[in-house]
């Protein structure tokens, strides 16, 4: 597609639900990252994949939150056992290059409701 | 350890009046810097981008930034603005050699006719 692609826009869950985001980056990028935007916040950086490997994932904030990125295309968010607090946005970008902060292109994000 | 300030949350200006959000920075490498915008309901967009070559930085429509070491600001500039601009910015640092951007709060930009 021509940019990166997030599903769902809006996901509701109740506390407790089993919740995955998924996001389709651009075709070819090379490097994934996921981040999470609280209200009112600037985003914070969740996990970065180069292709398939997840080289980084020291800013998932508990091991309820998992990323997977199995043929280095299309990522997949997941987290389990949802709680109040973990409430945001979750946004995805994607680079061309593998150096990683240059020139991200950026989804338009899900936003999770959790109950 | 980096940090990001921007020092309004909120900035209010009229259409055609120059824009100013504030930025300072705390880095203990060469940083790059960057302005991203979020439109409502649109994906983060890349404004401009400083990487230690010239300390005024030219983006895209019409915003340019200026890098001063010693005032360690980033302040991001229009000189007239349009009611298109309203949007949130942010600032962000990133050391170099390391992908890790470091987001400031944000800054909403409000046009008023």
């Known amino acids: 597609g021509a940019g990166v692609s997030q599903s769902p826009r809006y996901k509701v869950a109740k506390r407790g639900q089993d919740v995955a985001l998924r996001c389709d980056p651009i075709s070819g990028h090379v490097s994934l990252f996921w981040y999470q935007q609280a209200l009112g916040q600037g985003p914070e950086f969740l996990t970065y994949?180069?292709?398939?490997?997840?080289?980084?994932k020291s800013g998932l904030p508990s091991d309820r939150f998992f990323a997977e990125r199995p043929e280095g295309s299309v990522s997949t968010l997941k987290i389990q056992r949802t709680q109040q607090e973990d409430s945001a946005v979750y946004l995805c970008?994607?680079?061309?290059?593998?150096?990683?902060?240059?020139?991200?292109?950026f989804g338009s994000g899900t936003q999770l409701s959790v109950l | 350890a980096q940090s990001v300030t921007q020092l309004d949350s909120h900035v209010s200006v009229s259409e055609g009046t120059p824009v100013l959000l504030r930025c300072n920075y705390s880095s203990s490498y060469s940083p790059s810097l960057f302005w991203y915008v979020q439109h409502p309901n649109k994906g983060l967009q890349l404004l401009l981008k400083?990487?230690?070559?010239a300390t005024l930085v030219k983006g895209i429509n019409g915003f340019e930034a200026e890098f001063k070491k010693s005032e360690t600001s980033f302040h991001l500039t229009k000189p007239s603005a349009h009611m298109s601009d309203a949007a949130e910015y942010f600032c962000?640092?990133?050391?170099?050699?390391?992908?890790?951007?470091?987001w400031g709060a944000g800054t909403k930009l409000i046009i008023k006719p």
């Open positions: 994949f180069q292709n398939e490997a997840q080289l980084d």
């Open positions: 970008a994607s680079s061309p290059l593998g150096i990683g902060n240059e020139k991200l292109f």
């Open positions: 400083y990487t230690s070559a």
């Open positions: 962000v640092v990133s050391e170099d050699s390391n992908y890790q951007l470091i």
